[in-house]
């Protein structure tokens, strides 16, 4: 395995489509390795990903599901045991849904996607980043987390209501946001700096697969949005680029934004913890 001239080294989740792809293929272009840690293969046809696996630039780990504990302590063990440093994580795995769902351990599907995974990687690989020399984490949010109205721990775990994107998905990534700024200060006294960012508006639909997006808005994006190499930028620039000795921020357009509800910020983030160590350390599963 080559990996002698290649310095730096970023872990991405969801990379083997849309902006999480975009985002790997724009590291590996800039003499980076990448880790990536999906569900689904990457695309055969693509052959700088392929010859990037091949010299072992590109490290691929795959898990059945994220928010199966199971299926994913597998996959952070293995990761864990072969690799030795991480400069960034972005946690960038996520997708919407078009009806309400629950995880196994009985929670709303995005927040446990989208708000309790990303900390549970986060945690999980947290001596890697001390390993490595930028020790940054980016957690891919969205704008929609402006949209929301009502906030509450209860609501985000079994939502009495559902809408395309500004329910649970809006309610799960503002709640992502939260526990980013929550968590910062104790990243902070291990040397670890941690951002949420919005990607922008991109063009990830993919035939044949519900986005969990409204009409009228899946329409806007076929016509007007843009590719996924921007998110990839801002997501490359919110790790690298002016903000990179901010913690604990949200990066809207590549400023930092106010967030709504930052009263329920600690709460926010004693909840994930709870649930990190009680059931995905202690690998049990509670439900209600």
């Known amino acids: 395995m080559n990996t002698n001239q290649r310095e730096h080294i970023a872990l991405i ?17 800039q003499n980076w390795q990448v880790i990536t840690l999906n ?7 693509d052959m700088l990903i392929q010859d990037a696996l091949k010299n072992g630039w590109l490290r691929a780990y795959k898990v059945k599901d994220l928010t199966d504990y199971g299926s994913l302590r597998r996959s952070l063990k293995e990761i864990k045991s072969k690799e030795q440093r991480i400069d960034i994580l972005f ?11 629950y995880s196994k351990q009985g929670r709303e599907m995005h927040y446990e996607l989208l708000t309790v995974v990303p900390y549970i990687i986060l945690m999980e690989l947290k001596e890697l980043l001390k390993n490595g020399s930028l020790k940054t984490v980016i957690n ?43 968590v910062a200060p104790q990243l902070a006294k291990e040397g670890i700096k941690i951002r949420s960012v919005d990607p922008g508006i991109n063009n990830t639909l993919r035939k044949g697969k519900d986005s969990g997006l409204t009409a009228w808005f899946e329409l806007f994006m076929k016509v007007f949005s843009s590719p996924p190499t921007h998110g990839a930028n801002l997501l490359f620039e919110g790790a690298l680029g002016k903000h990179r000795n901010e913690t604990g921020v ?14 329920q910020v600690q709460r926010v983030l004693d909840r994930i913890s709870d649930i990190y160590s009680r059931e995905f350390l202690d690998g049990g599963v509670l439900h209600g």
Do not use: C
């Open 250 to 263: 949200f990066l809207l357009k590549d400023r930092v934004a106010d967030l709504k509800f930052t009263e």
């Open 140 to 182: 891919t949010s969205s704008q929609v987390l402006r949209f929301t109205k009502e906030f509450s721990i209860e609501n985000l775990e079994h939502p009495k209501t559902f809408r395309k994107m500004y329910g649970p998905y809006a309610t799960s990534k503002l709640a992502l946001s939260l526990w980013t700024q929550a």
């Open 91 to 101: 946690n960038n795995a996520g997708g919407g849904l078009s009806e309400l769902r």
């Open 13 to 29: 989740t969801g990379a083997s489509q849309g902006i999480g792809l975009a985002l790997a293929r724009k590291l590996l272009s």
């Open 39 to 45: 569900r689904s293969d990457f695309p055969a046809d």
